[in-house]
């Protein structure tokens, strides 16, 4: 969802890219929730990080405490900023209730993401 925020928030100054260390699929409900605000993610994939990916970054936002643990040593050439937001996939309830941590999560990677353009 971040990705997909700054692919269409930030314009052609910026390349914005999801990575993890691990490669996970896309989930549906995250697809769901962005298309519900005009933003198409069905495309995006997050790339594997590394030491190289990293060190060609100038800004790293991680967006979960899973996340900021587990990252790689993040070069201190390069700006990091840590978003603590729930992990939407770790939502439990129906479907509806599912989705609506989808959509607290997107609208709060909104408002981070318009932050960063400001």
């Not at 643990?69 to 900023?81: E, H, I, L």
Request: with cysteine.
């Amino acid at each position: 969802m971040a990705e997909g925020f700054g692919k269409a928030l930030m314009g052609p100054d910026w390349q914005v890219e999801s990575a993890g260390i691990e490669m996970h699929g896309l989930n549906p409900k995250a697809v769901t929730v962005m298309a519900e605000v005009g933003i198409d993610i069905s495309n995006q994939y997050a790339k594997l990080i590394d030491l190289d990916y990293l060190n060609q970054c100038d800004l790293v936002v991680t967006l979960c405490g899973d996340a900021r643990d587990k990252c790689p040593m993040t070069p201190a050439s390069v700006q990091k900023q840590h978003w603590p937001l729930p992990d939407p996939a770790q939502a439990n309830g129906t479907v509806a209730e599912q989705l609506a941590v989808f959509r607290t999560v997107r609208d709060d990677i909104r408002h981070r993401v318009a932050a960063l353009v400001s």
